[in-house]
């Protein structure tokens, strides 16, 4: 593996890693650029959080998407949340990049942390002048 595609890796699993603590305690202008400004996020419906299905286009409706889990205590500052990447991939093509996470999602209930959902994140990373973004995410609910 040549040293550029190594360096590629290793900033995309930052970026990752990134992407879950600005989720959970991070400012919302920080969290979103880490995002390209046509990103795509889209989640299936989560009974279990309370969390309607969303598929976002661009930072403005992923904005939205946020603050609305933010508004119900779903996520954020404040909500003991925190997201846990595990087992990750990432296959680097140039100047995009694919990317398979399994993620567990734990939060508080009745007053004690529990696991909230597991599955996988599907996605697509695109190298900007501003370094590597998120530009594709499929939340998978196992």
Known sequence: MSEQRIQDELEIRTL???LAFQADDGELDTYLDLFTEDAVWE????????VPAARCEGR????ASVEQRRAIGVQ???TGSMHHLTTVRVE???DVA????YYQFVGMVEGRP???TIGRYRDTYRRTAAGWKLSHRTI???
């Open 43 to 50: 989640m299936p419906a989560n009974a279990a959080a309370g």
């Open 140 to 142: 998978v609910i196992s």
């Open 92 to 94: 680097v093509d140039g």
């Open 76 to 78: 954020g500052p404040g």
């Open 98 to 101: 694919s990317g398979r996470v």
């Open 114 to 116: 529990a696991v909230r």
């Open 16 to 18: 990752l890693a990134e």
């Open 60 to 63: 403005a409706e992923i904005s």
